[in-house]
């Protein structure tokens, strides 16, 4: 049975920085590539980044480019989000997700498995 456990959320006040873990069982981990999501109620979910299997390639969104920073450890099938200078209008419900090809999840594709999320939530 496949599992993807995210953690490390919480409140935060802007400016500060909250990391995110999201931990994968049930699966060899670095063949796939990994994606965090982020969604807010009302509005569309947004990729906010992506690395691939071996971690040479990474995508950010630029409404978090430069402040997020996207890792992961295959040893300890493990995918990372840091977030630093966060801002009120990250607040949102961060998911992890997996899919094998790291060119589909950057063409939009669908996830093969998603994580429960973990809220984030920054105050101004």
């Known amino acids: 049975q496949v599992q993807l456990v995210e953690s490390g959320g919480g409140l935060v006040q802007a400016g500060g920085s909250l990391r995110l873990s999201c931990v994968a069982s049930?699966?060899?981990?670095?063949?796939?590539?990994i994606s965090w999501l982020r969604q807010t109620p009302g509005k569309e979910r947004e990729r906010v980044a992506a690395i691939s299997r071996s971690a040479v390639n990474t995508y950010y969104a630029d409404s978090v480019k430069g402040r997020f920073t996207i890792s992961r450890d295959n040893a300890k099938n493990t995918v990372y989000l840091q977030m630093n200078s966060l801002k009120p209008e990250d607040t949102a419900v961060y998911y992890c997700?997996?899919?094998?090809?790291?060119?589909?999840?950057?063409?939009?594709?669908?996830?093969?498995?998603w994580g429960q999320g973990t809220q984030v939530t920054v105050s101004s």
């Open positions: 049930g699966l060899t981990f670095g063949t796939y590539a």
């Open positions: 997700a997996v899919r094998r090809s790291y060119t589909s999840i950057i063409l939009g594709g669908e996830y093969d498995y």
